[in-house]
Antibody, heavy 121, light 106 residues
Framework: EVQLVESGGSAVRPGGSLRLSCAASGFMFDDYGMSWVRQAPGKGLEWVSGINWNGGSTGYADSVKGRFTISRDNAKNSLYLQMNSLRAEDTALYYC??????????????WGQGSLVTVSS | EIVMTQSPATLSVSPGERATLSCRASQNVGSNLAWYQQKPGQAPRLLIYGASIRATAIPGRFSGSGSGTEFTLTINILQSEDFAVYYCQQYNSWPTFGQGTRLEIK
């Protein structure tokens, strides 16, 4: 059974940093691209960042470019999101999602349950 | 960035009827379009990918169509469990989502 379990979310002050983790199991982690998708309270889905199977290609939404860094450790079946210079508008539930598709970009066939990040003074 | 626009924002339909949801891309995305369903307190669930391919275990009453810039999700014979928020997502480039359509009971 495919499982994605996020952790690391918490309350942080503006300008602070957090590192989210996603532990994957039930599939060959290094066969898949992965992404982080967030959802602000009461709002829609926003893709945040994605990484290909070996970490050689990454992408970021304009809203987080230069502040967030995605990475993965295939030996540990884990995905990470380092978030720096956090702003109030980064407050959201952050989902880890598995990418599926034969091309460079993909849709998401499995999602975790999310990790809540709250940025507030 | 490819902008995805969904319409309507809210759709009111009676159980047993058909719902038609629309999604428009700001540029050609081919068939690289997915649809998701999200219920309160739950993660999104993949319904359709490749514009028209049902994901695993998705009932046949869900169907997708379209290509290029215009896409449609149709739900036939609405069941009570179908009332939720629906999102489209393009993956012709780095992904972007539509703002969602809330399907509510009429």
């Amino acid at each position: 059974e495919v499982q994605l379990v996020e952790s690391g979310g918490s309350a942080v002050r503006p300008g602070g940093s957090l590192r989210l983790s996603c532990a994957a199991s039930g599939f060959m982690f290094d066969d898949y691209g992965m992404s982080w998708v967030r959802q602000a309270p009461g709002k829609g889905l926003e893709w945040v960042s994605g990484i290909n199977w070996n970490g050689g290609s990454t992408g970021y939404a304009d809203s987080v470019k230069g502040r967030f860094t995605i990475s993965r450790d295939n030996a540990k079946n884990s995905l990470y999101l380092q978030m720096n210079s956090l702003r109030a508008e980064d407050t959201a539930l952050y989902y880890c999602a598995r990418g599926y598709g034969s091309g460079s970009f993909y849709h998401f066939d499995y999602w975790g349950q999310g990790s809540l990040v709250t940025v507030s003074s | 960035e490819i902008v995805m626009t969904q319409s309507p924002a809210t759709l009111s339909v009676s159980p047993g009827e058909r719902a038609t949801l629309s999604c428009r891309a700001s540029q050609n995305v081919g068939s690289n379009l997915a649809w998701y369903q999200q219920k309160p307190g739950q993660a999104p669930r993949l319904l359709i990918y490749g514009a028209s391919i049902r994901a695993t275990a998705i009932p046949g009453r869900f169907s997708g169509s379209g290509s290029g810039t215009e896409f449609t999700l149709t739900i036939n014979i609405l069941q009570s469990e179908d009332f939720a928020v629906y999102y489209c997502q393009q993956y012709n480039s780095w992904p972007t989502f539509g703002q969602g359509t809330r399907l509510e009971i009429k």
